[in-house]
């Protein structure tokens, strides 16, 4: 048998739900192995529609076909070349902006002082990186955008509901694109947002709610009316889609560079996107990783992230091991305990994380690698702490940390 390599544009398949998609995207990276596809005049043969489909959406650079039906066999994915498009290029040199927003990979992944000790190391990945909206969203928005282009859409005008980040990083990529949008901010976003939006050309709906995803049903209806596109970060399949194909490998690669896998990984819940993908990739790839999502505490409102009962897609199709509560005031401890220590200022979001992974290591549950998403820096919420630190929101009382 002579094995043939085809780049996955070359082949031919009707498309497929989410459901078939992970569940055969699940067996493939489990095994990191995959069936080798049978195909008649670049057209792929029914029976493996699933495979080429798992494949090409996973972003691997070749697809082992053959045209002899039945002939079976299997290769292994790193042959595929699957972390082509996390690898970045090393003059970060972009012809636009938006081949600067979708190929300056991978994001800073560095080790955390402030949360590492003999046993542990905390990896933090800095999703400020990213040129629109300084925020983990760009990668969505951008692919959101990518593959609704991709398939002859022309928007004349976007709308979306957004704490922020997503609608910063549409804002950006309609003024690139010559598309005018209009976001709808929840009442919990800061002010100084609004201005941010307007420097930007962007029209802002504010709405009483405190949690955007109960803006939908008013935005798609006012968008129907419109005649205006909603990508609707909330239930678009390619919000998970891009973090399966671009964070969980960048991770991954940034790691395997270290020589090591992760033994947790933890994130905020907002859409759930970048959460359920990680843990998707990270289980089905070793099997022992521990994941944990983080949500505000009842009554407790953190930028960025919610909770699960306000509805989230993607947390319920995925294995999660647990979803922990993190109160306002302590995800401040956990920003603060990393600025004082380690000097950068990470976000509310990621202080949440942070706080949650400082119970894990002063329990003494914490061993190995562990991964961290920041999705933001500090610096967005400069309002929120100015309104904290002058009420003296700051547990002293934070858990005593050793680090390196
Ligand atoms: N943190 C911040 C600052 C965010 O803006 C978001 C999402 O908007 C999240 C966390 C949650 O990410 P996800 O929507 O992937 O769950």
Redesign the pocket.
Same mark, same amino acid.
């Given at each position: 048998m002579i094995l043939k390599l085809v780049e996955p544009a070359a082949l031919k398949a009707p498309s497929m739900t989410l459901k078939e998609y992970i569940d055969t995207l699940g067996r493939i990276i489990s095994k990191w192995r995959t069936p080798i596809i049978h195909v008649r005049n670049d057209r792929v043969l029914e029976e493996d529609v699933a495979v080429f489909n798992a494949l090409a959406e996973f972003g691997v650079r070749y697809i082992p076909v053959s045209d002899t039906p039945g002939e079976a066999g299997e290769v292994s994915l790193t042959l595929l070349d699957p972390f082509h498009e996390v690898q970045g290029n090393g003059l970060r040199v972009y012809d636009s902006v938006v081949e600067l927003v979708s190929r300056d990979t991978p994001t800073p992944l560095v080790k955390l002082r402030s949360l590492s000790n003999s046993d542990v190391r905390v990896w933090a990945k800095l999703e400020w990186y990213h040129p629109f909206s300084l925020? @983990?969203?760009d990668r969505v928005a951008w692919y959101m955008l990518h593959r609704f282009l991709e398939r002859g859409g022309r928007p004349a005008k976007l709308y979306e509901a957004s =704490? *922020?980040? *997503?609608g910063m990083a549409l804002v950006g990529l309609g003024n690139y694109h010559g598309v005018k949008t209009r976001i709808y901010l929840p009442a919990t976003t800061q002010r100084c947002v609004d201005y941010v939006f307007k420097a930007m050309g962007a029209e802002v709906v504010r709405e009483r709610t405190p949690i955007t995803i109960s803006m939908l049903s008013k935005v798609l209806v006012e968008a129907a009316r419109d005649n205006a596109v909603v990508l609707n970060q909330f239930e678009n399949d390619y919000n998970f889609l891009t973090h399966l194909r671009y964070t969980a490998k960048e991770i991954d690669y940034q790691l395997m560079g270290k020589g090591v896998k992760p033994s947790v990984v933890v994130a %905020? !819940? $907002? *859409? =759930? %996107?970048? !959460?359920s993908a990680l843990s998707f990739y990270f289980k089905n790839k070793y099997g022992d990783v521990e994941t944990i999502g983080v949500q505000p505490a009842q009554g407790s409102s953190i #930028? %960025? @992230?919610r909770r699960v009962e306000t509805g989230v897609k993607w947390l319920h199709m995925v294995e999660v091991d647990r979803v922990v509560d993190v109160r306002l005031e302590e995800a401040l401890t956990g920003i603060l305990h990393v600025a004082r220590i380690d000097g950068i200022l990470p $976000?509310f979001?990621s202080g949440a994380a942070v706080y949650a992974l400082m119970r894990l290591l002063n329990e003494g549950s914490l061993r190995g690698d562990v991964v961290v998403v920041f #999705?933001?820096h500090g610096l967005k919420y400069v309002e929120l702490l100015e309104m904290l630190l002058a009420e003296k929101c700051i547990e002293e009382s934070a858990p005593g940390l050793s680090h390196e």
């Open positions: 925020s @983990i969203k =704490s *922020t980040n *997503t %905020g !819940l $907002g *859409t =759930s %996107g970048h !959460l #930028p %960025g @992230i $976000g979001s #999705p933001d």
